[in-house]
């Protein structure tokens, strides 16, 4: 688990699991499909009905589930997963707040959800950008590729 700015931490799900999920006074995100998503909405197909209202985010009073998965190509992840992470990341933040953000490795989707909400709310530099981007997602960079999230 990394803390990326106050109050802000990526992580991955052994993070949640062993460190955070027993304390009730953290928000989190839960960047991954499998397993929280699937075990909240109760599907057991290879993914949530279409239909569902639940079919993209689901927010429980403090826990955030996204139905994220490790997509190759940038265009798979719906705008609406990026908003409303960086919205519940912002309100977690601005009420003072401790926030994990995880997914299964940590590797890819919760480093790079971070980085866009720094991004986003920090007003990073691009050389800042890079940076992080160099020392904190090791797997996957085609989620930094360049793509309007505005």
Do not use: T
Request: with cysteine.
């Amino acid at each position: 688990m990394i803390q990326i700015r106050p109050n802000l931490f990526i992580g991955n799900e052994q993070d949640y699991e062993m460190k955070i999920k027993s304390q009730h006074d953290w928000n989190v995100v839960h960047a991954c499909k499998e397993p929280y998503h699937r075990n909240l909405l109760g599907y057991s197909g290879r993914g949530a009905p279409k239909a569902h209202p639940e079919y993209l985010i689901a927010r429980r009073e403090n826990r955030l589930f996204l139905n994220l998965v490790d997509a190759d190509d940038p265009n798979y992840i719906p705008k609406e997963i990026i908003d409303s992470a960086i919205a519940f990341m912002d309100e977690s933040l601005l009420s003072g707040q401790n926030c994990l953000v995880h997914c299964n490795q940590g590797e890819s989707r919760s480093p790079s959800l971070g980085l866009l909400y720094l991004a986003a709310k920090e007003r990073l530099d691009s050389q800042s950008k890079f940076a992080y981007c160099r020392i904190g997602v090791s797997k996957n960079l085609f989620y930094l590729q360049p793509k309007s999230w505005n």
